[in-house]
């Protein structure tokens, strides 16, 4: 048994809890992050993460903050403009379009998109030359002992941490989180997503799509050419039975079924390596502090994945933590801070999450009226300008 002191307990060593754990080490605390199970960074293993993020503007301004830009660049790629593709009935039948360019808010593409496995991989790499990181794989939290000045966390390894705040980011399902007595509020949708990756004929022309049809959108979202080929990340919702069955279909079928779904937009599609399936809840936290832990990323809030606001929020919610942080740090994990972090963070996600449950009812909807609003909304959101940009600049996230 090991006894660990540090400035900031993260219990967590996902992208998000590897993020902080960044961030704060550059605002010069000493962190020690725990995770039970060590990292998959390698595409073709169990349990490695085939999603890809694009990380929007306000993320890429958190990594340069924090140095790992320069790490995360090699493997990203920009997206110049957002396609929305509205679809109706089976084979698919594109009924209208529009396109919403990055170069109407500025010079800059709207994000960069990376394969969460690769960014696993590349931060787990990152951390382990940072001297204020203890970064301990295969030891999780098991119990917390709050205190006036510090809080008290036992590991599942037997080694204990005594530290000035707690960060819980350890997921949906978050020990730390319901081990401070956290509640949360979850809706579920009956839908399950699939992630995988395709190589593909045409060259997607840094353009992210997502055509949307009965069960939600499938969205296609650029990668960086694989062997030689123009590639994508695909995350295709559906309805729950529908994704298991495209799950288990065999190679072939599952080709041509796609092919039909993307209404062949980039030619052929060929699916390169495996399909992950991930179940589509929205889930929200009723209080993000305890005492002196605070709880971000999908400890605090799971969405459904449309318009890129999954992990972005996530790194919405630590920059604002970081902020306080740097502000104050002699109150790091005191009242003050945890309040005006609760008082930041709670609207601007109970709005995302609001806004992003009421359009993905009315985007997996088969029915001809919510087929007919999804279409109408496209078209009034796209075509009026103040309008547009607007959306645009709310999706980037707080500014």
């Known amino acids: 048994m090991q006894t660990h002191r540090v400035d900031i307990f993260i219990s967590g060593g996902g992208i998000a809890g590897q993020v902080a754990a960044c961030v704060f080490a550059t605002q010069g605390f000493t962190v020690l992050m725990a995770d039970p199970v060590p990292p998959v960074t390698v595409a073709d293993m169990d349990g490695s993460d085939l999603r890809s993020t694009a990380f929007l503007k306000p993320a890429r301004e958190l990594f340069d903050r924090c140095g790992l830009w320069p790490v995360l660049a090699p493997h990203a790629k920009p997206l110049d403009s957002l396609q929305v593709i509205d679809t109706t009935g089976w084979p698919p039948v594109e009924r209208d379009r529009r396109v919403f360019r990055a170069s109407d808010m500025g010079d800059d593409p709207f994000g960069w998109n990376l ?41 599942t390894n037997g080694d204990q941490v005594r530290a000035r705040m707690g960060v819980a980011a350890d997921g949906k399902f978050s020990p730390l989180r319901e081990a401070v007595g956290i509640d949360v509020s979850t809706t579920r949708y009956g839908q399950k997503s699939l992630a995988f990756t395709v190589t593909h004929d045409a060259p997607h022309d840094n353009i992210s799509t997502e055509i949307y049809n009965e069960g939600g959108p499938f969205t296609i979202v650029p990668l960086p050419d694989l062997d030689g080929r123009h590639a994508s990340a695909i995350v295709w919702m ?38 992950s399936i991930w179940p589509i809840i929205t889930q929200t936290a009723d209080h993000l502090v305890s005492g002196r832990v605070a709880v971000m990323a999908e400890a605090a809030h799971a969405l459904p994945p449309i318009g890129a606001q999954g992990l972005n929020t996530s790194l919405n919610d630590l920059a604002v933590l970081a902020d306080l942080a740097g502000k104050s740090p002699d109150d790091l994990g005191g009242v003050k801070m945890m309040q005006a972090y609760e008082k930041t963070r709670k609207p601007d996600i109970a709005a995302r999450a609001r806004v992003i449950d009421v ?20 078209k009034a959101v796209h075509d009026m300008p103040p309008l547009r940009k607007g959306v645009m600049r709310a999706g980037l996230g707080p500014r």
């Open 238 to 275: 559906n309805l729950g039975a529908r994704a298991v069955e495209l799950m288990d279909m065999p190679v072939p079928a599952f080709e041509d079924v796609m092919q039909n779904r993307s209404v062949n937009l980039l030619g052929r599609m060929r699916l390169e390596g495996r399909r």
């Open 115 to 155: 394969m969460n496995w690769v960014v696993r991989r590349e931060l787990w790499t990152h951390l382990q030359g940072q001297d204020r990181i203890t970064a301990l794989y295969g030891a999780g939290f098991k119990s917390i002992v709050q205190r006036t000045g510090e809080i008290i966390v036992s590991l």
């Open 359 to 378: 359009f993905n009812r009315v985007a997996r909807s088969g029915e001809t009226p919510l087929q007919a609003l999804r279409l109408a909304g496209l």
